[in-house]
């Protein structure tokens, strides 16, 4: 047994599954999406995924250290010059540093073709969401049956007799949406779809949920108001009132930007229309 080619393969080896691995969560989709959708490779879910990058990554330090140390007059030996005296910056070792250097500052400031690599990822992510679906909000998956109907202003025995009707088994209603998904074998997803028959009067865009779907964001005003049967014009004067400026073509997002709050607060206004709306 040579410990010195056992650090040095060891570190070959994982460096293997850290290109693996960090191939994997360039594709994988945003979390909320993975976990929405219970998204796998091969059997792995993103978490695991995950987990393996990060428990293999600390093989790989932990294994480059020993080859470092076991080869440390290899590399004391690139460091010295021509008349063989030490020296840190040789032309070898600037030229390792200015490349690094160009790939942060790169990065950083959004160069190309850095900032292409980051764009491919940022599409393949928007391809998965639309593939797969996102939740009604940031980690749905987690709350639960009764603070999830909550939320969407869905009627929780209504939503427990349509997941019954579903063939889904609920043990309670302190049950989340994922421990649930988990005990019928499927993902949080088709769980909520199960739940849409209990609601199709939000299904069919007649009423505005309380809190707002995921991409309500990319909404324009108008593109909004025809989901839900707003008056444009209300709509229009609701904002001016509020002190809340906007351009035709505008998406939520965008407005809410433009006036430093948050897309919530934005639906929020709009949403105070289709509450006086529902009065009447």
């Known amino acids: 047994?040579?410990?010195?080619?056992?650090?040095?393969?060891?570190?070959?080896?994982?460096?293997?599954?850290?290109?693996?691995?960090?191939?994997?969560?360039?594709?994988?989709?945003?979390?909320?999406?993975?976990?929405?959708?219970?998204?796998?490779?091969?059997?792995?879910?993103?978490?695991?995924?995950?987990?393996?990058?990060i428990n293999v990554g600390i093989l790989f330090l932990i294994s480059l250290a020993l080859h470092t140390c076991y080869n440390w007059q290899s590399i004391t030996l690139y460091l010295k010059d021509k008349r063989r005296q030490l020296k840190v910056f040789t032309v070898n070792f600037n030229i390792a540093l200015l490349v690094t250097a160009f790939f942060v500052v790169g990065t950083y400031t959004e160069m190309s073709p850095f900032s292409n690599i980051i764009a491919i990822n940022a599409g393949i992510k928007e391809a998965a969401a639309r593939k797969y679906g996102e939740p009604p909000y940031g980690h749905a998956e987690l709350s639960t049956l009764r603070a999830f109907t909550r939320h969407l202003d869905i009627d929780l025995e209504d939503a427990i007799k349509a997941l019954a009707a579903a063939g889904f088994a609920v043990e309670s209603d302190s049950q989340s949406l994922k421990e649930v998904a988990v005990a019928n074998g499927v993902a949080p997803q088709a769980i909520y779809l199960a739940m849409l028959e209990s609601f199709t009067d939000m299904q069919s865009g007649e009423r505005m949920p309380q809190r707002p779907r995921q991409g309500a964001g990319r909404l324009t005003l108008e593109g909004l108001c025809a989901q839900y049967g707003l008056n444009m014009d209300l709509v229009r004067k609701v904002l001016a009132e509020e002190n809340i400026r906007f351009r035709e073509g505008m998406n939520l997002r965008q407005i809410a930007e433009l006036n430093k709050l948050s897309p919530i607060d934005v639906y929020g206004k709009i949403r105070q229309v289709a509450e006086d709306k529902e009065r009447r």
Not at 34 to 52: F, R, T, V
């Open 1 to 53: 047994m040579n410990l010195k080619r056992i650090a040095s393969l060891t570190a070959f080896v994982s460096l293997f599954f850290i290109l693996l691995t960090s191939a994997v969560l360039y594709i994988v989709p945003q979390g909320r999406v993975a976990y929405w959708a219970n998204w796998k490779l091969w059997g792995l879910s993103k978490e695991q995924w995950a987990a393996i990058h």
